[in-house]
């Protein structure tokens, strides 16, 4: 069921996403529009590369990619804060918060709070 489920979810936002992304531009607020987008579209590749990061990003024991409530900038910081990064992972900390100061961090913190 969960993949029928999922087939069905994909084909509608496949058609129907980019429709209200176009729309949205018109609007008032859209700024705070597209960044719940944003923030919503990093839960969904928590969920989506969970597997993947699980093996690449952490090492045994680490916190685990994949609640769809959390984002990937807060797995790799709780990961840091436990120091239970790969190399890859550090590399992808240090990358994310030369965009953004205290960016892995900062998820961390705004998170728990």
């Known amino acids: 069921m969960g993949f029928i489920l999922f087939f069905i979810s994909y084909i509608a936002s496949v058609i129907f996403a980019p429709l209200g992304l176009i729309y949205a531009l018109f609007c008032k607020g859209r700024n705070e529009y597209f960044g719940k987008v944003a923030l919503s ?6 969920v989506i590369m969970s597997k993947l990061f699980n093996k690449i990003l952490i090492k045994k024991g680490g916190y685990l990619f994949g609640n769809e409530d959390q984002t990937i900038s807060y797995c790799i910081g709780k990961n840091k804060e436990l120091k239970k990064l790969t190399k890859f992972g550090y590399f992808w900390s240090r990358f994310l918060n030369k965009l ?3 960016h892995v961090e900062d998820a961390v ?3 728990e709070k």
């Open 41 to 46: 579209i990093d839960q969904l590749d928590n």
């Open 109 to 111: 913190i705004n998170e």
């Open 100 to 102: 953004d100061a205290n």
